[in-house]
């Protein structure tokens, strides 16, 4: 979403011929010259002449708070007011998205999810919904409800077949299982993503998840393979060394424990 604000905010509708966008381009002039407070205002209290252009201006009011005033309060007033007045149109939606985003970066995964799941019932596929599932999904994660959380996600992969996202998407999954104590399905996961991805940067990071699992289930050499196998590839090296370090030392006690079991007590030699 700043992607798109930066865009639009840079681009400005400046070339807008109306007669009725002279109050827009009053705002934009007022933004240019970096006078944010009288901006939002202007942007925000656009007239009815202004037509479609209200709708973005609530929009960009919300985004000035938010970023070059750095006012979350005030930012959050503002696109929920947007969102509300323009509930039905593409502003309306924008500043749904945009309150998800100000809630989840202020971490409130709940006010979050309420934002992101009204965007999506109101644009089931829309531009944002991709990026709302996901980040409903984290948030849900944020709150340690994992099967929600996979419930999002597995929606997003099942509305968004080809999406390019989709192995972010599977890595996420596989990681809820993991958080979620259930080790025995976190490996199946991070073995089926990396094994139908073998070329995609996130399969470093599945094999090390499956590694992390076999560890958890007490299979510590073929924890130790992999991560071997996946130290060359993986973005953090020392971070697999010193889980191979950790491994050999828990391999080592595990052998002398073995043996010291299996030497035979002598002191029935000398009993009588």
């Given amino acids: ?95 749904l998205v945009e309150l998800g985003d100000l809630a989840r970066d202020g971490a409130d995964p709940r006010a979050s999810i309420d934002a992101y799941r009204r965007a999506i019932e109101l644009r089931p596929m829309g531009q944002w919904t991709e990026h709302c599932l996901m980040e409903s999904g984290r948030a849900y994660g944020a709150l340690g409800e994992h099967e929600q959380a996979r419930s999002d996600w597995s ?35 991070f073995r089926t993503l990396y094994r139908k991805n073998p070329k995609h940067s996130i399969a470093p ?5 499956e590694a992390e699992a076999l560890e958890q289930l007490g299979e510590l050499d073929e924890a130790l393979a992999l991560y071997e196998r996946v130290r060359a590839a993986h973005p953090n090296p020392r971070a697999v060394d010193l889980k191979i370090e950790s491994i050999r030392d828990r391999q080592e006690r595990r052998d002398v424990e073995n043996h010291a079991s299996e030497v035979p007590d002598s002191g029935h030699l000398y009993r009588r």
Wanted: proline share 4%.
């Fill in 205 to 209: 990071l599945a094999m090390f998840g």
């Fill in 1 to 95: 979403m700043r992607a798109l604000a930066l865009a639009v905010l840079l681009l400005g509708p400046w070339s807008c011929s109306d007669p009725d966008a002279d109050a827009v381009r009053a705002a934009d002039r007022l933004y240019r010259t970096q006078n944010w407070e009288e901006a939002a205002t202007a942007y925000a209290a656009l007239p009815a002449g202004s037509g479609d252009w209200r709708g973005y201006g609530a929009w960009r009011a919300g985004v000035i708070y938010r970023d070059p005033l750095g006012d979350r309060s005030r930012a959050k007033e503002q696109f929920s007011s947007c969102a509300k007045e323009f509930e039905d149109g593409d502003w309306g939606y924008s500043c």
């Fill in 155 to 189: 929606e997003l992969l099942a509305r968004f077949s080809r999406s390019a996202r989709a192995p972010e998407v599977e890595l996420a999954i596989a990681r809820s299982w993991d958080l979620e104590g259930n080790p025995k399905e976190a490996r199946r996961a």
